[in-house]
């Protein structure tokens, strides 16, 4: 057990605000970022394209950053509307603004490392401290008065740096595997489109074009019903009484195949997949913004369960690659979104759109060679994932014993630089 630390209130320690008003009329389409509460936790969970829609003008952010600063590298930005206590370390060569309120910022670090700060903001210690700062019930917040009144523990700053250099250590190769992730999805992406978009499949030099309802395509490819090839919302028995993984709207992304599930749940209510389905949003927004998944986390013979808002789309004379990589696709989701039906907000795609999607099949020895090279590809995405899910775990063991001083880190030998 490490020596206690000196306790100080947090205003000793660094300057604590928030950014300049920033008014609606302000918001532009393009310019510098500007960030809310959701951007910023979305960056704090690692995704690497933040879903960025609004911005401010160039030049009024230049002014503003030379007149009352912005962020900088090392400073903090926590959460303080909503979601809140979701910190987040500002990195070398961003460039952003945010939203007053929304966000507050710390700054101008005294005998405080923010990297510290931030796992300690994640600790039971931090939590603690921040619970005392929260007002209001319906829309709970953090106010700047409180925030300065939290007391912390302050460990010396060597201390404090072999801490956040141990724990970044983890987030930083879940970051790599992220950007690797990431890759592996682009490049199957890309080849899907090469091979049955531009038909620039190897040999194609050779193939003729032939006309057909859908325009000019390979001869020997055939034209078929998208329900002809894929089933929709498969019927699968399940155990009611039985625990099984439960997927939520959250668990899928916007821009990769990985769904995260982190529960289970009984019953038999909602969508039911195995692994090799695709799960595809069907309500607004979630489904502009992308959300689509790919199953291949579960056991063999295996069935999950999840929101009734899934269509879940199950191969019949595709592959289970083709399917998620065709749901990926602008214009397959541009076609679900026009069928939208409902109230404003909570509008939800029709099954029947489907049916009038038709699509360019390739002969199966096309098919196969394609499954054959980017099979690989998800399963790799597959090991990344788990591999991140096993250093998050590890990485929150640790954190609260170190932070505590439960494991004394103050006499290794660490170069934190």
């Avoid at 019953?267 to 695709?278: A, E, I, V």
């Avoid at 998944?293 to 056991?299: P, S």
Wanted: hydrophobic residues 35%.
């Amino acid at each position: 057990m490490g020596s206690p630390g000196r306790l100080c209130k947090m205003s000793e320690l660094c300057d604590i605000g928030s950014s300049k008003r920033i008014y609606a009329a302000d918001y532009k389409t393009d310019g510098v970022p500007f960030y809310r509460g959701k951007e910023v936790i979305e960056k704090h969970l690692g995704k690497l394209n933040v879903s960025t829609e609004l911005y401010i003008n160039r030049a009024e952010f230049e002014q503003i950053r030379d007149k009352f600063g912005a962020p900088e590298p090392g400073d903090l930005l926590l959460t303080s509307v909503g979601t809140l206590g979701i910190p987040y370390i500002v990195r070398r060569g961003e460039e952003f603004y945010f939203k007053d309120g929304n966000l507050t910022w710390f700054r101008n670090f005294n005998k405080l490392d923010s990297r510290f700060l931030y796992y300690w903001l994640l600790s039971p210690q931090g939590r603690g401290e921040l619970k005392k700062c929260t007002i209001g019930s319906s829309q709970p917040a953090f106010t700047i008065v409180l925030l300065k009144q939290m007391e912390i523990e302050l460990k010396s700053i060597s201390t404090q740096r072999k801490i956040a250099f141990i724990l970044s250590a983890y987030d930083d190769l879940i970051e790599k595997n992220n950007r690797r992730i990431k890759i592996l999805e682009i490049m199957a992406q890309v080849f899907y489109r090469e091979w049955f978009v531009m038909f620039r499949f190897p040999g194609h030099e050779k193939v003729r074009m032939a006309d057909s309802d859908f325009g000019q395509v390979p001869e020997g490819w055939d034209i078929l019903a998208f329900r002809d090839l894929v089933e929709i919302n498969p019927s699968m028995k399940v155990d009611k009484d039985k625990q099984k993984p439960y997927v939520d709207m959250a668990g899928l992304s916007n821009s990769c195949m990985v769904i995260e599930c982190s529960i289970t749940r009984n019953g038999n209510s909602g969508s039911k997949f195995q692994n090799g389905d695709t799960l595809f949003a069907r309500i607004t927004p979630c489904l502009e913004n992308g959300k689509t998944g790919y199953v291949q986390f579960l056991d063999d013979e295996e069935i999950g369960i999840g929101s009734t808002e899934f269509i879940v789309f199950r191969s019949k004379k595709l592959t289970p690659e083709y399917v998620y990589l065709l749901a990926r696709t602008d214009n397959f989701r541009g076609i679900a979104i026009k069928s939208m039906t409902g109230a404003s907000g909570r509008q939800r795609v029709q099954n029947g759109c489907f049916d009038e999607i038709m699509l360019p099949v390739p002969p199966l020895e096309i098919l196969t060679a394609f499954t054959n090279m980017v099979s690989p590809m998800f399963k790799q995405v597959h090991v990344l994932s788990n591999k991140n899910v096993n250093l998050r775990r590890t990485r929150d063991l640790l954190l609260p014993k170190l932070i505590s001083g439960e494991l004394d880190v103050g006499s290794l030998d660490i170069d934190t630089n």
